[in-house]
């Protein structure tokens, strides 16, 4: 019994070390990051999803093309451009209007179901649409109304994306003027601190901590973004251009690591995800249209 107890205990003082030193080495000082830093990854950002369209136009997910849409427009890459443009005419125009339409035209919005029939949807899916909508029926949902204000993300810690897309619901908000828009701003304040204490703490360079930093910068909190989290995020870039959502620990063999999703804990390989480099574009072109 006390060989097992003090097995334990040494087991946790390693654990305890090892996340002590990942925390030091995620907030360590870096200098800030310059124009032509940003750039060489930004444009091999471009390169991975332009050879690879033919694979990401098939991924259903509007709120990632409406990213890469922003990011065209942001930096006005002709590639990027060319690359959403396609996707617009071959996935957006010939298709009904829908739910998701106002991503693509600002001027439309869409006839909202009443929310029994949005039961199939996640929380903040059914905040989005109300904030593409700003439907006033949808407005006075509780389920709507609990994300217009902090506290609605209860152990966010475990549910690393819950802010984050709290955030980009309250930022359709402003962007479609719905709602009170002192409460928002509020709102995105008390936000914007949870998400910086969420970075401080989560090491794990991947789709959540790209999706953090995404947000900070989208809802203007520039300067709480630190040049060191910034550096990780570039050179958790693969060398084909895009990011994952794995954080490597210890290589295996066959190019697999043992490692850190933002969830839970894999063994997997750097597979190119959309999802994260989407997110990361969209980051890269506001860090390029912030820079001279």
Request: net charge negative; glycine share 4%.
């Amino acid at each position: 019994m006390k060989k097992f107890l003090a097995f334990s205990l040494l087991l946790l003082l390693i654990f305890t070390c090892l996340f002590a030193w990942q925390v030091v080495l995620n907030n360590g000082t870096a200098e800030p990051l310059r124009r032509a830093d940003i750039k060489p990854h930004f444009d091999h950002a471009v390169q991975w999803l332009d050879r690879n369209y033919t694979v990401v136009e098939n991924i259903d997910n509007p709120i990632l093309w409406w990213m890469i849409g922003q990011a065209a427009q942001n930096t006005a890459d002709v590639t990027l451009t060319r690359i959403y443009n396609t996707y617009i005419s071959n996935h957006q125009h010939n298709r009904a209007p829908g739910l998701w339409t106002p991503m693509f035209d600002e001027l439309y919005r869409p006839r909202v179901p009443d929310i029994l029939m949005l039961d199939y949807m996640h929380p903040y899916q059914q905040f989005f649409v109300y904030s593409l909508s700003c439907d006033h029926n949808l407005e006075i949902e509780p389920v709507i109304q609990a994300q217009m204000r902090p506290g609605f993300c209860g152990m966010h810690y475990l549910h690393p994306r819950c802010i984050t897309h709290q955030l980009m619901g309250l930022r359709f908000m402003q962007r479609y003027e719905c709602g009170n828009d002192e409460l928002v701003a509020d709102t995105i304040a008390q936000l914007q601190a949870e998400v910086r204490s969420e970075l401080f703490w989560d090491f794990r360079v991947g789709d959540a901590y790209i999706q953090r930093v995404t947000m900070l910068m989208d809802t203007g909190a520039y300067d709480w973004v630190k040049p060191v989290w910034l550096r990780r995020i570039l050179e958790a870039q693969n060398s084909n251009g895009s990011w994952d959502d794995l954080y490597p620990l210890i290589p295996l063999p066959d190019g697999r690591y043992l490692g850190l999703s933002s969830t839970k804990p894999v063994i997997g390989d750097e597979t190119p995800n959309f999802h994260t480099t989407a997110q990361a574009t969209w980051l890269l072109s506001m860090l390029l249209e912030q820079l001279p």
